[in-house]
């Protein structure tokens, strides 16, 4: 399994627009291969707003397999030259290639 992982600082007051963002459907959903899209909110930032976003895939090929398709590759050129949001501070992204998954007591 591999993890995207996608973490965005916005000035206070803006996270609900970063996950809506993130909420929509999209191409993304119908690509094989994905598990699952979570977006979350830091409750304990207080200066600014953390938003992070997890997007689980089976494995490393499903992801690249993502990366190179027409519809993500037209989402990149439709949105070459705009200017990120105002109030996005920071964006980062982290990948993780998952090698334990332990589940709990109520996983099973």
Do not use: C
């Amino acid at each position: 399994m591999l993890i995207q992982q996608r973490t965005i600082i916005v000035q206070p007051g803006n996270s609900d627009n970063v996950v809506e963002r993130f909420s929509k459907e999209g191409p993304l959903d119908g690509m094989e291969g994905l598990i699952d899209v979570t977006v979350m909110v830091n409750k304990r930032s207080i200066e600014t707003e953390e938003v992070v976003v997890f997007i689980r895939w089976e494995s490393e090929q499903a992801w690249k397999n993502w990366e190179k398709s027409p519809e993500h590759l037209a989402g990149h050129r439709n949105s070459k030259g705009q200017e990120r949001p105002e109030y996005v501070i920071s964006s980062n992204v982290s990948m993780f290639d998952v090698k334990k998954v332990r589940p709990g007591q109520f996983g099973k």
